[in-house]
């Protein structure tokens, strides 16, 4: 049996935009002699729907459209489509997430989602009714036992701790399924898919099935769908996978495909680039917008951030603005020109010496008496913003901001300032792997196009005479380890000390995370990269008292 997976990049709310995506993926899966065709979890309307789901007429309008997606499909292989289904009971949820098998110009049958994420990114137990029981399919000769997503993440031989207390796929295999397909929207973490393909491959053998898993591709909001759609044969080997970060129809042989190497373009700068390329078009696209604008220091961050969006909208839609100040560096300067040179992108120089001392006028009575200090500082920065917001308005270019993790974690940046902006391109990118991946750029290219001296000199926000960002943080090396452990690996301070680290470094750092909270709930949305992202899955007070 030939089992089409159509790995699409569909656009949250595009409803008739979408049902085109899948429509033509279809058709060429008709092309192959596919028995049965299967798009990613909400599929037709997009994932993550977030609070449209709440939008009763919009529920409503996607089964219009999906009882004209099943006519013009009518002629084509029967496919399973994600969409929100409404509950009508009395009871529960008002919605399923289900997948609507279309078949002969009509909505066949339904297939209802089992376990509801309610980590990280997900919420979906705010929506959803989970579903009891086990659902199977009866097509070309196969009983196929039909998951969505989260229901296959829940293998007890694969994980220590279980986040559910049934599995659903072994519900299936018991009701008589000889082969489990999987609809998915699963983001993209560095890393995540070999994780994900030990975990499908494991659970084919152990239950002596195929698995067939389709993923979407693509970016909606901060987070990104690296595809990777893929097929294991009942032994556990992979038969089939589709591209990374892009479009693709990928045909499994349940009977006859041959076992597959694994996958070979996982190495974390690669991944961590393509993904910020990818989220960074489709926020841009998906948004309206055709063009960005951005600040171009002279420094590593805001380097690979303009490399990022040339290759996401192209050279020609991109503005970089040098804005000097008395403080900044020949080198800097020069830097940035050089980047400019490179990246072949229209540049602008906005000296912001003037705005500085009419700052500083205007404020010389109210600051009489007091030291300088962050406070001038910040306002730099702030002259910035409003220098670069008002391109981005006038031109209507989208403004991204370059700061990167380790800074927004510990609050080393200023809110309307160089925080302002549409997009934070690598907010979720500690500074040691912006030098990484930056690093990794030039070397896949052949060539220096960020510049070689952005990588080498000591980092600096340049607000004040020979400052480095040292000055005020422990080195980005150790900086970046502790962050690493407390957020995402969420060791506390003790066991952190534990592992070598000097207690008064970890205790000014760990503080500096907690008060640097009110500014992350105010930044741009960053595109999620690691496993735990300042954005949609972080879910911190800003008003706290810890004892």
Request: charged share 25%; hydrophobic share 40%.
């Amino acid at each position: 049996m030939r089992i089409a997976l159509l790995q699409v990049n569909p656009t949250v709310g595009d409803l008739t935009g979408n049902a085109r995506l899948i429509l033509d993926a279809l058709s060429a899966a008709g092309q192959s002699g596919a028995a049965l065709a299967v798009t990613p979890e909400l599929s037709l309307v997009g994932y993550l729907p977030r609070d449209l789901l709440l939008d009763g007429d919009f529920v409503r309008r996607s089964w219009d459209v999906l009882g004209d997606l099943a006519r013009d499909a009518a002629g084509l292989p029967p496919v399973l489509v994600g969409l929100p289904e409404p509950n009508s009971s009395d009871e529960g949820r008002p919605l399923f997430n289900s997948a609507a098998l279309l078949r002969g110009g009509r909505v066949d049958h339904r297939f209802r989602k089992a376990l509801l994420p309610t980590y990280d990114v997900f919420d979906e137990d705010r929506y959803f009714e989970p579903f009891h029981g086990a659902q199977v399919l009866d097509i070309g000769g196969r009983r196929l036992g039909v998951s969505v997503c989260e229901d296959i993440w829940n293998d007890r031989d694969y994980w220590k701790r279980r986040r559910y207390h049934h599995d659903p796929i072994e519900e299936l295999v018991v009701a008589g399924a000889t082969a489990v397909v999987n609809l998915s929207a699963s983001p993209f973490t560095v890393g995540k898919q070999q994780r994900r393909e030990e975990m499908l491959g494991n659970m084919a053998r152990r239950h002596a099935v195929p698995v067939v898993y389709v993923n979407q591709y693509g970016g909606n909001d901060d987070l990104v769908f690296d595809g990777r759609s893929c097929a294991f044969n009942a032994a556990g080997a992979p038969i089939a996978r589709g591209r990374s970060f892009e479009a693709d129809v990928v045909i499994c042989d349940l009977d006859g495909g041959l076992p597959i190497a694994p996958p070979a373009d996982v190495d974390a700068e690669s991944e961590i680039w393509r993904a910020l390329v990818l989220g960074t078009r489709d926020y841009v696209r998906k948004c309206g917008f055709s063009h960005v604008v951005l600040g171009l220091s002279g420094g590593i961050d805001s380097a690979l951030t303009a490399a990022i969006a040339v290759e996401a909208v192209g050279a020609a839609n991109v503005l970089g603005v040098l804005m000097p100040s008395p403080y900044s560096s020949r080198g800097s300067i020069d830097d940035a020109k050089q980047l400019a040179a490179n990246l072949k992108i229209e540049t602008m120089l906005l000296p912001i010496e003037t705005p500085m001392r009419a700052f500083g006028e205007t404020l010389h009575d109210a600051f009489a008496g007091r030291p300088a200090g962050v406070a001038e500082e910040n306002i730099q920065a702030r002259i910035r913003g409003v220098l670069l917001m008002a391109l981005s308005n006038q031109r209507g270019a989208m403004l991204l901001t370059t700061g990167n993790k380790s800074e927004l974690s510990v609050g080393y940046c200023t809110l309307y300032g160089d925080m302002s902006g549409g997009l934070a391109v690598i907010a979720d990118v500690p500074k040691t792997m912006v030098y990484r991946v930056a690093r990794w750029r030039n070397e896949s290219i052949g060539r220096s196009e960020i510049p070689e001296s952005s990588l080498t000199k000591a980092p600096s926000a340049e607000l004040r005479p020979g400052q480095t960002d040292q000055d005020s943080l422990p080195p980005y090396a150790m900086l970046d380890d502790i962050l690493q452990r407390h957020i995402e690996r969420h060791q506390p301070a003790e066991e952190i000390i534990a592992a070598g680290f000097d207690a008064e470094t970890v205790t000014r750092v760990l503080k500096l995370v907690r008060l640097a909270e009110f500014k992350r709930k105010q930044a741009a949305p960053g595109l999620k990269v690691t496993d735990r992202a300042f954005g949609t899955g972080w879910r911190m007070p800003i008003a706290k008292k810890e004892t």
